[in-house]
């Protein structure tokens, strides 16, 4: 123990002196080093050995003096979880410090170091007893974490490969047939549709060979595991590259396959054994306060993937309330300028009430879950549900702004630290996850290397947080439909069928969205680069945000349902605006951001461009199809002049365009870790060249003119899902599907029960990604009636279709041959055909015949040609069948859009025309000759028509039309 006198000096000033260290500056010190005892006093020069036996001499004096802890450097191997309550509490004027001499010096760590007499096992493999007893969950060798013995291999290129080695096979029966004893190993897959991962133990096998396990309780949106994406470690049959290893608990023995250059002898081996290293348990009435971490490294510390149970509200986590560090009931503790060092777990979590926690300056890296969390109690919310697909009854919620008690997070700031390397084990991590808290500060930070979101926010409970001058990229890595940044406002308020239930609500109720959402979240000053889903991703719901001076690299930003997002003043490089299912009166705004693509709406309500203006863009023509969407009447565009694109500063220069709409440059040299001895580790992102946009221009609905690439199924629109359109319907991009984007309430479709923004992904047997795909599956129905899945508000459904159209196909090799030509009869008709057609008259359609020729065929390049048949009068359509010779070897298949009508003299305005169908046999087998035939089941007409209107597409990709032979519209 130590005590200052100041400035006093002299005898005369001696019993002074002492009264004053006495009363008011005394200050305790205490010392801990690996060469102590913990039967010592704790001194300089008689240090105890143990944190547990520090924490007991500084208990007598804290609160009272000020109390700080020395730890030398050194492994401290703790023999239990270090854990500090109230009576381990300093006070504002007397707080304790436990600080590492030198930074980086002092190692806490949760494992064992390991006596080991290594004896050659067999093909590079070594094996050596270990202590009775002993669980062994991670092996570090030298510092480094090794692997369980696994299958397939680690592959460490493979940063975006799931699991970084995957196969479908992982734990197949035969595969499993080469394991003598797989209980205890485990499975990691991927969610079916990558929206995170699951873990199972494996028990066993059963009798017919199949592998046993449990778990999956992982993610909090439910499914099955991913048919590809699949791994299994911890099985000593799959001991068989450097780096690998396996602990057979029941014969003591630890196997390890060292790498090339590794002495046995002498290297250093550790093995984990606690999940915890320190923890500091208060509550809201008696709080653990002032007491700060400085200067340690954290290591070894366990895996805890199979106790990742517990939901987080609707969100798709499940959670483990655990870290290296955990906090509970807290108020002004700090750790700073520390290292966690591949911990197997969460590196630090903040659970419930807690109060103005500081992570400042540290470097976390190599984490097994997340990085850090900042999560609260759910008796805390109001209205709480559980599991993505529960929903509140929007007339019985509690209209009380805010949560019920204290129990949460709230004013903690994370600043200036290096997170890297995010989810080595789990695949629902986060460099910093927030939950249930309420003014979280993220500022300063490189985040990078992540299987999921650099940043996440569960929901709207209770906003507030400020992330600004981060740099977060290289995210989303193994995962997918996610962002660098990732939300979502899944609230009170929030449905799955929100156009139905939350927006009518909502209208009647405005301060709904704000009930939990209470506070602005801000973020600003960053930079974001996602490459695998979006920069910036408000995800649904996700209300009450700001978005400003962000330099945005590569995914764009989406805006999904929500109310009250404000984004402005950003820099979207080679990416767009991406609003998703907007409610009616969102009151969100997109506005003096400079832009580099097209707006990518999906599902949006009418109104959705009202505040989407004075952007700039980098070309007039990129401005031209934005404000055909009806938004930016009063943007511009042109060369923005970005200062110097090559290395990363999009400022623009003073004669650029952006400026007149009201952009303000912001600086580009200031994101990121800032601590000299982070940042010279730190990584930044790629900076990408400058992409031309692909322009494609907006398709409005009610656009009275011919739309070329149109489809049509069932009388219903269709269109297959591009790009990130997917996540807008809560499918996968591998599952994708085709979104029927208009139904007509007289078509078979509407009657069959399907909506306007139903996305179908099987017919029948068939999995159905794409049009093709839809149209390949239907041909292949063969019955009556037969079942679809579709997906509608996120949710999967099937709907019995007894009174489909149908189509059948015919090749055949010989003028004659056609069965269809034989039976097939026709309403007389008159045809023309728009442009005019080539080589034979469009008066061969119906002469009862095919020829090997090409008919009259549309000249190549013509994007729709149009054949019009008039029936005279209005009469029954049973059947539309079209004939094709397979001239050039290329020219047999069928590709049309089929519409009808009973209109005064149409002419070829497709907008006077009910659609139909399409026909597409471009996927099909192709004969000589081809015979496609449209026509109702059981014998019930197509409709009651006088014009039929069918409009050939190109079958080749040189713009060549189908050399149709015959076309009979039966009666």
């Not at 007397?94 to 007499?117: M, Q």
Request: include cysteine; proline fraction near 4%.
């Amino acid at each position: 123990m130590t005590c200052q006198r100041g400035l006093f000096s002299g005898s005369l000033f001696l019993w002074f002196s002492i009264f004053v260290c006495t009363n008011v500056c005394f200050a305790t010190d205490l010392y801990v080093a690996t060469s102590g005892k913990d039967s010592s006093p704790g001194t300089r020069d008689q240090p105890v050995a143990t944190l547990a036996a520090a924490q007991m001499l500084a208990r007598a004096m804290a609160g009272k003096d000020t109390v700080t802890i020395h730890v030398g450097d050194g492994t401290y191997f703790l023999r239990e979880t270090l854990k500090l309550s109230v009576e381990d509490s300093g006070s504002a004027a007397k707080p304790v410090a436990w600080r590492a001499e030198n930074e980086g010096g002092a190692i806490i760590s949760g494992g064992v170091l390991l006596e080991t007499d290594w004896q050659p096992f067999r093909d590079g493999i070594f094996k050596t007893t270990v202590p009775s007893g002993l669980e062994i969950d991670q092996v570090f060798v030298a510092g480094k974490r090794q692997h369980m013995a696994r299958y397939p291999d680690f592959d460490p290129a493979g940063t975006t490969r799931a699991w970084q080695g995957f196969s479908a096979d992982a734990f197949s029966v035969e595969r499993a047939s080469k394991w003598k004893d797989p209980e205890g190993a485990f499975i990691h897959a991927m969610h079916k549709s990558r929206w995170g991962g699951y873990h199972y133990r494996i028990t066993g096998k059963n009798a017919d060979g199949t592998v046993a396990y449990e778990g999956g309780w992982q993610n909090n949106r439910g499914s099955t595991m991913h048919k590809d994406y699949r791994m299994v470690e911890n099985v000593f049959e799959e001991l068989d590259v450097p780096g690998e290893w396996y602990h057979d608990a029941k014969t003591e023995t630890l196997y390890y396959y060292p790498a090339d250059g590794v002495d046995l002898k002498t290297v250093e081996v550790v093995v984990v054994r606690l999940e915890h290293l320190i923890e500091l348990n208060g509550s809201e009435k008696a709080p653990v306060k002032h007491i700060s971490f400085d200067g340690f490294v954290f290591r070894h510390a366990a895996r805890t993937f199979m106790k990742t149970k517990e939901p987080l509200l609707r969100s798709d986590w499940t959670i483990y309330r655990g870290g290296s560090v955990k906090l509970t009931g807290c108020e002004d503790v700090a750790i700073a300028d520390c290292e966690f060092d591949q911990p197997g777990g969460n590196a630090i979590f903040v659970s419930n009430y807690n109060r103005n926690v500081v992570v400042r300056g540290c470097h976390i890296h190599g984490t097994g879950a997340s990085g850090i969390c900042f999560v609260g109690d759910p008796g805390a919310v109001r209205n709480p549900l559980f599991g993505y697909g529960r929903s509140n009854d929007l007339g019985k919620i509690d209209l009380t702004p805010g949560p019920k008690t204290n129990n949460y997070p709230a004013d903690c700031i994370v600043e200036d630290c290096l997170i890297n390397g995010i989810g080595r084990v789990e695949r629902q991590p986060a460099g910093v996850q927030i939950s249930m808290a309420s003014r979280i500060t993220i500022r300063d930070c490189s985040i990078y290397d992540c299987a999921r979101a650099g940043i996440n926010v569960s929901e709207g409970t209770w906003g507030g947080h400020l992330i600004e001058g981060c740099d977060v990229f290289d995210t989303v890595l193994e995962t997918h439909d996610h962002g660098s940044f990732n939300s979502w406002g899944r609230d009170r308020y929030w449905r799955r069928d929100h156009m139905e239930t939350s927006d009518p609500a909502v209208a009647a109720n405005p301060k709904l969205p704000f009930l939990d959402a209470q506070e602005t979240t801000v973020i600003r000053n960053s930079r974001w680069r996602c490459d695998h889903g979006w920069d910036i991703d408000l995800d649904d719901g996700s209300s009450n945000y700001e978005i400003y001076n962000n330099l945005m690299l590569a995914g764009g930003l989406k805006f999904r349902e929500g109310f009250g997002r404000r984004a402005y003043n950003n820099v979207l490089v080679n990416g767009c605006f991406h609003p998703h299912v907007w409610f009616n009166n969102s009151d969100s705004s997109f506005e003096r951001n400079v832009v580099m693509g097209v707006h990518r709406n999906v599902r949006c309500a009418s109104g959705w461009q009202d505040l989407i203006d004075n952007n700039a863009y980098v070309s007039n023509e990129l401005l031209k199809v934005n404000q055909s969407f009806g938004s930016d009447g009063a943007s511009t565009g042109g060369d923005p002049k970005f200062i110097d694109p090559a290395a990363g500063d999009f400022r623009v220069q003073q004669d650029s365009p952006a400026l007149k709409v009201g952009f303000v440059n912001f600086p580009m040299d200031r994101f990121g870790v800032k601590k000299p001895s982070l940042r010279a580790k730190a990584k930044t992102p790629i900076i990408p060249e400058l992409e031309t946009p692909e322009l494609k221009v907006a398709d409005r609905s009610g656009v009275k003119k011919p739309i070329q690439g149109q489809q049509y199924w069932l009388g219903a629109t269709i269109h297959s899902l591009t790009g990130q359109e997917f996540s807008a319907f809560g499918v996968s991009k591998e599952e994708a599907g085709v979104q029927f984007t208009r139904v007509p309430r007289n078509s078979a479709a509407a009657q069959a029960g399907i909506r306007k923004d139903d996305v179908i992904q099987r017919v029948g047997n068939s999995k159905v990604r794409n049009a093709k795909e839809l149209f390949v599956a239907w041909h292949a129905v063969r019955s009556n009636a037969f079942e679809v899945i579709l997906v509608r508000n996120q949710k999967q459904l099937t709907v019995t279709l007894d009174k489909a159209d149908a189509v059948l196909v015919e090749l055949f090799e010989a003028p004659e041959g056609s069965e269809f030509l034989k039976l097939a009869k026709s309403i007389d008709f008159k045809v023309t055909a728009n442009p005019r057609t080539r080589n034979q008259p469009v008066a061969v359609l119906s002469d009862g015949s095919v020829a090997e020729d090409y008919g009259p065929i549309f000249g190549n390049g013509t994007a729709a040609g149009y054949y019009l048949f008039d029936l005279g009068s209005r009469k029954d359509v049973q059947a539309v069948s079209l004939w094709t010779f397979n001239k050039e070897q290329k020219r047999g298949a069928v590709k049309v859009n089929i519409y009808a009508t009973s209109d005064r003299d149409p002419k070829f305005e497709i907008s006077k025309f009910t659609p139909i169908s399409t026909l597409d046999t471009s996927n099909l087998d192709i004969g000589t000759f081809n015979a496609v035939s449209l026509r109702k089941r059981e014998g019930t007409p197509l409709g009651h028509f006088r014009w039929i209107l069918i409009e050939s597409l190109p079958v080749t990709d040189k713009g060549e039309h189908a050399a149709f032979q015959e076309i009979r519209i039966e009666p």
